[in-house]
């Protein structure tokens, strides 16, 4: 069964310096990989998605994350924090299989907690 | 841009209630879903729906209904609320099964049950 772990609840980080959000995951075949952000009281947003190529992929607002295959990752990252990128990030990861019963699968989230 | 439409975004209930959530989306996507999120557990899948009239049970459907009489709108309904259905709703559409395309959610309905 497939299945996304975001290990880290929360993480911690000062504006300025550098942002790192963990995902490892578990699907057979080559997964499609995603990540949301989600504002308090809000939807989720859209950040980046891989589905194949460069193992660095580039998103919304700065974001960006890469893929590894070898260690079944699909870590968020930012070169520079704000205060306003903090939030609740959710990775999520689907089969590239079609088919009624491929669905989406979330990580339980984690919070990014950024400090002036 | 896509847009995805949650009718409420705030309801309290009462048990024993008949609750529905209505989800409408304007960019003619075959898929819609309805997921509840909770801390500490994520996003978790009620049902989804790839087409009209057409639907299949998530991870935890027991005590819900869905219902997709046309393409852009759909419905989720509790047909008698309980305390532990207490949560936020977020619904979400995409393009076709087959296409690798990102989900597109709405803001969310809170729901507290009394």
């Given at each position: 069964a497939q299945s996304v772990a975001q290990p880290e609840d929360q993480v911690n980080v000062a504006e300025g310096n550098p942002l790192t959000v963990k995902c490892t995951y578990s699907v057979s075949g080559n997964p499609y990989l995603f990540w949301y952000v989600q504002y308090p009281n809000r939807g989720l947003q859209f950040l980046l998605k891989y589905i194949?190529?460069?193992n660095l992929v580039k998103g919304s607002y700065g974001f960006e994350a890469e893929f590894n295959k070898s260690q079944t990752s699909f870590h968020l990252k930012k070169p520079s924090a704000l205060v306003s990128d903090s939030a609740l990030y959710f990775c999520a990861v689907r089969t590239p299989y079609g088919g009624a019963t491929n669905k989406l699968i979330f990580g339980t989230g984690t919070l990014l907690a950024v400090q002036p | 841009d896509v847009k995805v439409t949650q009718s409420s975004r705030y309801l309290v209930k009462r048990t024993g209630e008949k609750v529905f959530l209505e989800c409408v989306q304007?960019?003619?996507?075959?898929n819609m879903f309805w997921y509840r999120q909770d801390p500490g557990l994520g996003l978790r899948l009620i049902y989804f729906s790839y087409d009209v009239k057409m639907k299949e049970k998530g991870d935890i459907p027991e005590g819900y209904s869905v219902s997709r009489e046309k393409k852009e709108r759909f419905s989720l309904i509790l047909e008698s609320a309980s305390t532990n259905q207490t949560s936020m709703y977020l619904c979400a559409s995409s393009l076709g099964?087959?296409?690798?395309g990102e989900l597109f959610f709405g803001e969310g309905s809170r729901l507290t049950v009394l």
């Open positions: 194949t190529g460069d | 304007d960019m003619d996507h075959e099964q087959n296409h690798p």
